[in-house]
């Protein structure tokens, strides 16, 4: 019972309380770019997410094999397997789709969400774990692209998922599927974010740069302050 | 002659109206994480022109000679991520064996590049928009060049929003993003400029 309760947790938490996108601020390139409709923010979101649980799996099934040391190549090589997958998928079934993310696809390689619960819970936890913390996490990535999505299309093309809306699409507000109504709009909703969370008596999320990115742990720029790094860096290198 | 003005217009879009941070959306992640201060924002962005180059000029005949040529494709994706990997690893080395004074300067950036989404982004376009070698490198220098002029003009503009008096809820991150909203505007008004000179 008490596993249950702890998996249910490892889901929810990724949906709401650490929200990849609005709370620890992480894949804010596919954020701000995929969002100009309801219907590409979706393909996106679940594109990342399948490649999310899946590398996660695999990782966490691996997480044994692999030497600490060369994790991240290994870890990169994973997900890019996986993203190209998806990206044959998308290119066969909904071309359109493919057309609308463009760049955006194959760049889930370097998506610092996936890279992100690699590093922090794929690599430390049970096959189960990591699957349903991909899972929470990919539809809580999904939920903020689907929010950011609707705002945007809603006000900037009058239309939701590509019907029109009656008022709203007489004039459209065009600024707003361009992309400074993209860093507007996500601006505004982390303002409201950090209100919400402040009124709950939560930590607001913070821009925390460096210290979001995977990478962190290798980075000189990170570690700087502390004198063992470079001795450490030499024997990785 | 004809070519040359190509190449230039490939450049100036890359830099103005195609502007990689402020109208594609790629590297956001240094372009908000790095530019609190100017220092920083010039040596991470001239690191980035650096592997931008290097990874165009390393890629581009793997693609064409390699895949292209073998039909392989579709492991664009994998192999460009690996080889831009490597290469990062292979010119901190080097840069830390022979050229010291370059590595201080630009090595500690080095490593938080491989998982740029800007350098991977360059080098998938220069494929998808089917650009020959020269145009491939002047794209990626111009995109390099594009993050450098975002970087630095929003460095300033960060700068100056220290000592503003922010209402309390839009601080941090909430006014980073409005901020660079208000510059990216700036940027729209480039759109067509390109076409106008050439074309």
Redesign the interface.
Known sequence: MAEKKSLFKEFSKGIVIENPVLRL?LG???T??TTTSVRSALGMGLAASIVLVCSNIVISALRKVIPSKVRI?AY??VI??F??IV??LVKAFTPELDEQL??FL??I????II?GRAEAFAGKNPVLASAVDGLGMGIGFTAALFLMGTVREVLGAGSFLGLSIPVLSQNPML?FI???????V???L??CV??LA?SRGKP???????D????AA????HN?PKPEEPQEKEAT? | MELTKGLIAILLTAILTQNFVLSKFLGICPFLGVSKKLNTAVGMSAAVIFVMALATAATYPINTFLLEKNGLGYLQTIVFILVIAALVQLVEIILKKYIPALYSALGIYLPLITTNCAVLGVVILNVDNGYGFAQSMFNSVGAGLGFMLAMVMFAGVRERMESCDIPKFMRGLPITLVAASLVSVSFLGFTGIVEHIFG
């Open positions: 601020v804010t390139c596919p701000l770019a190549p990169i090589v890019a397997s993203v190209t990206q044959m463009g760049v194959p760049l390689v370097v998506n610092c890279l600024i361009l992309p400074p109504g993209g860093f507007f996500f601006g505004m982390m303002a950090n209100r402040e607001r999320a913070e821009l925390r740069g460096c979001a990115c995977p990478m290798t980075c000189k720029l700087e290198a």
